[in-house]
């Protein structure tokens, strides 16, 4: 039975680079379902492909084969990789930190070694540039039409030997949360925070009351003001700020009807510190 291939990339869609991956795969086998996740990553940054993927493999069904391809480092000796959720799915990519928050919020199961050289697109050998295509796309295709297995695409590798992106950890002191800006809602602008819900849960707010929030941009603050956290956008006034709960259980923030990130100029990565905690009555009910 075949399965799904999902692409993932930064090459965007201004030339031929993802009709190419496509048609490695439909060459492979013409009933192959092929989708895309996106080809919009800002070029080079893995931490957003990561999130990208976490955002995404959970919610497709087990077996379907996941290509993710944002490889600054394509042609030097960073490795290739197979990988195996706990929850069953595939991903094939760089190992390059691409796989860090599938690792650190899914788990992974198994992890083989793709040896570029025995595993490489007929006749484009001598190309070092293209991997997403020559050995990404043609290995996930293959694997999501059973034309082999996962244990037949190369030897074992320890799971602790995988390269990780540095992540902080949220902390709560003092009835306060710090936690870091992940990622954007990158159409609409809002904050995907690393903050769980059930992290933000200690602190007793419920949906309704307020909550201050403070963003620092190491070591410059950016913004404080007193949020409402809100079950839905619709529970505030367009441009009014809140803090909600994102589709991975993670606190964001965003204005309703307006972009949070371009209104204040914030950006994401570790550098990026969030703060919340709940408001002080007498600050927001008088």
């Not at 992890?111 to 595993?119: G, T, Y």
């Not at 007793?204 to 009351?209: A, C, L, T």
């Amino acid at each position: 039975m075949n399965h799904a291939i999902v692409f993932q990339s930064d090459f965007g869609l201004c030339d031929g680079a993802v009709a190419a991956m496509h048609g490695v795969a439909f060459s492979e086998d013409s009933n192959l379902k092929i989708f895309d996740l996106t080809h919009e990553i800002p070029p080079y940054d893995i931490w957003e492909a990561s999130y990208r993927l976490i955002q995404t493999v959970e919610y497709w069904p087990e077996g379907t084969v996941f290509v993710s391809v944002v490889d600054p480092g394509v042609g030097s000796h960073r490795r290739s990789i197979a990988i195996k959720t706990k929850s069953n799915r595939y991903i094939i990519t760089p190992d390059n930190g691409t796989i860090t928050h599938v690792k650190l919020m899914t788990g992974i199961e198994e992890v083989r070694l793709i040896q570029e050289s025995s595993s490489h697109l007929p006749h484009s050998e001598l190309s070092y540039t293209f991997h997403g295509r020559d050995v990404y796309a043609y290995v996930g295709a293959r694997l999501a039409s059973t034309h082999i297995t996962f244990e037949e695409i190369g030897d074992l590798l320890e799971v602790d030997s995988l390269e990780l992106l540095p992540v902080i950890a949220p902390v709560l002191e003092e009835k306060e949360i710090e936690g870091t800006i992940d990622v954007l809602d990158v159409r609409f602008g809002s904050l995907w925070t690393n903050i769980p819900y059930d992290l933000f849960k200690s602190l007793g707010v419920q949906r309704g009351e307020k909550v201050e929030v403070t963003i620092q941009n190491d070591p410059r603050f950016v913004y404080q003001n007193i949020v409402t956290f809100a079950k839905s956008f619709a529970d505030v006034h367009a441009g009014e700020s809140l803090v909600y709960i994102n589709s991975l259980q993670n606190m964001a923030v965003a204005i309703n009807q307006g972009s949070f990130a371009n209104a204040y100029n914030i950006g994401t990565g570790t550098s990026w510190k969030i703060k919340i905690k709940k408001a002080p009555r007498m600050i927001y009910e008088n």
